[in-house]
């Protein structure tokens, strides 16, 4: 229970106070914060609506007049609130928390490459290389384009990825609590992810400097 700061009522920890309306600057998790159902899948229409509605009824300048501790909970509350959403509006930054929450996270800085990406890794940097020296040499056009073809694939493969993840995400709340494997395999598409934005990154990085050369 916690004391609302405005009417002084003893409450369930909420974002708001069920009693006068006001922010009861609490830490709670992101689901709670938003008010929604923990759940993996969101409709982020909904979610946009739902972090606006809430941010306009907490946000400081209602309460610029009011007692020191109710300005001090409306801060608080609005950047958890804004933090929340940040967090649950994407889904890659929605299942690391999830691992968070259920006390997992991927491997320290991510760097074990997953074994299925290990031979397009190897590959891309090879053609960043060959194309950063053809550059140099005024000879880049031919690679360019060889690198722009793998840009497509590393998009159908995060395409897919992604794909991946929302189903993940739809075992997990049909399942209720996720098993060893559903975490195993979280953690793994995850991974995967990381690495083809990664991959993706500097593959634009590299055509936008041959472009520009």
């Known amino acids: 229970m916690t004391r609302c700061p405005s009417c002084a009522r ?114 891309v940097q090879e053609q960043l290389a060959e194309l950063r020296e053809a550059r140099a040499a005024r000879g880049a056009d031919e690679l360019a384009q060889q690198v722009a073809e793998r840009r497509t694939e590393l998009q159908t493969s995060m395409n897919e990825a992604q794909e991946e993840l929302s189903s993940n995400f739809a075992r997990w709340d049909a399942e209720g609590n996720g098993s060893g494997q559903l975490t195993t395999e979280l953690k793994s598409i995850l991974s995967k992810i990381a690495y083809l934005r990664t991959l993706i990154r500097d593959v634009d990085r590299e055509l936008e400097t041959a472009k520009a050369a």
């Open 10 to 123: 003893e409450q369930k920890p909420h974002l708001i106070c069920p009693e006068c309306g006001a922010p009861l600057g609490v830490v709670l998790d992101c689901f709670a914060a938003l008010e929604i159902p923990r759940k993996l899948q969101i409709d982020t229409d909904s979610l946009e609506r739902t972090y606006h509605e809430l941010g306009r009824r907490i946000h400081p300048d209602r309460f610029a007049a009011s007692p020191a501790a109710v300005r001090d909970a409306s801060l608080r509350s609005t950047a958890l609130l804004t933090r929340s959403y940040r967090t649950l509006r994407d889904p890659v930054s929605r299942g690391l928390y999830w691992l968070e929450l259920n006390g997992e996270k991927l491997a320290e800085n991510n760097k074990q490459v997953p074994p299925e990406l290990a031979e397009t890794v190897f590959e």
